[in-house]
């Protein structure tokens, strides 16, 4: 569904007018709403929202856009780069994974062990039937660890079942079954759960990612009590120019707002 264009419903003047006679077109133009975009996110476990490091890195354009529909699609955005002085930095904000949000935004990392179970939801808001896959992402690399979790070759998000109420409900809700990742994946930010589906008409790719450490079976009490302080202070190192390093992002030590899934 594309928005729907809008046409100026005065003629556009000949001669400058008054900008008394401008005013109630400029105020027309500020009150209509953006056009809405939005086709999909992950909204189970919470996924990583942009914020001021995201802003540092893929500028202000585009952080903008994103936090205006997060739903939206990555190939819209390399454009909004390059508005004059957007601050983008190509290898920093790293648009194809996590469509640029940053790690260092997520405040709300998943503590996940091998071979639990996690629930995923995903909210589509408009359809574009292709393939999709959720995936644990090493992050350095941008490369799947492993096999993918889930994966749809084809009729993923499917519009004609969408519209009749026929998606099969798979496609938004589904259970994973985590690998055993504890060794690329043992510190917060090596590693994330990326939801990625690419809408084969539409030519779009949607992306959301969620934040996990893997800890070994049995480790549970360390983590309960370990300091919010070096997540503080991750989360600026997170938003200077050298960036973090692994070192920054030793085991992590807050105590982690989310629950286990079961
Ligand atoms: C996306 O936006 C919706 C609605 O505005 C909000 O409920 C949801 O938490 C947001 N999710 C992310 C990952 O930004
Ligand atoms: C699965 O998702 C990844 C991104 O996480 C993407 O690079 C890859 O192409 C997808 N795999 C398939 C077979 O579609
Ligand atoms: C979704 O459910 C259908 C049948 O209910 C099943 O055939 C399919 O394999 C499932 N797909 C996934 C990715 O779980
Ligand atoms: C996911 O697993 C839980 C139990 O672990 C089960 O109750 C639930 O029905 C499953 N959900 C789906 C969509 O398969």
Redesign the pocket.
């Known amino acids: 569904m594309r928005p729907t264009p809008f046409f100026l419903p005065v003629p556009l003047p000949h001669t400058t007018p008054s900008p008394l006679l401008l005013l109630p077109l400029l105020l027309t133009l500020t009150l209509l709403p953006t056009p809405s975009q939005a086709h999909g996110y992950l909204s189970h476990p919470p996924a990583r929202a942009a914020g001021p490091a995201t802003s540092l890195a893929c500028g202000k354009p585009i952080t903008d856009a994103i936090q205006r529909d997060n739903t939206s699609h990555i190939e819209g955005l390399p454009e909004l780069a390059l508005a004059a002085d957007s601050g983008f930095d190509a290898s920093a904000c790293n648009l194809w994974l996590c469509r640029g949000i940053q790690f260092a935004d997520n405040n709300n990392i998943q503590v996940w062990r091998a071979g639990q179970?996690v629930?995923v939801k995903v909210k589509i808001t408009i359809p574009h039937d292709g393939s999709a896959n959720v995936s644990i992402v090493d992050a350095a690399r941008n490369e799947v660890v492993g096999d993918m979790l889930v994966f749809w070759e084809a009729g993923y998000a499917n519009e004609r079942e969408f519209f009749a109420g026929s998606l099969p409900?798979?496609n938004t809700?589904?259970?994973i079954t985590l690998p055993d990742v504890g060794a690329r994946c043992g510190r917060a930010g090596d590693c994330v759960l990326q939801w990625w589906w690419y809408g084969k008409g539409a030519r779009q790719t949607y992306e959301s990612c969620v934040d996990f450490v893997m800890v070994p079976a049995g480790d549970k009490a360390g983590l309960d009590t370990r300091a919010e302080g070096q997540f503080g202070w991750r989360r600026w190192v997170g938003l200077l120019p050298w960036r973090r390093t692994r070192a920054d992002e030793e085991r992590p030590r807050k105590a982690f707002s989310s629950r286990l899934d079961?």
């Open positions: 179970t629930g409900v798979n809700e589904f259970n079961r």
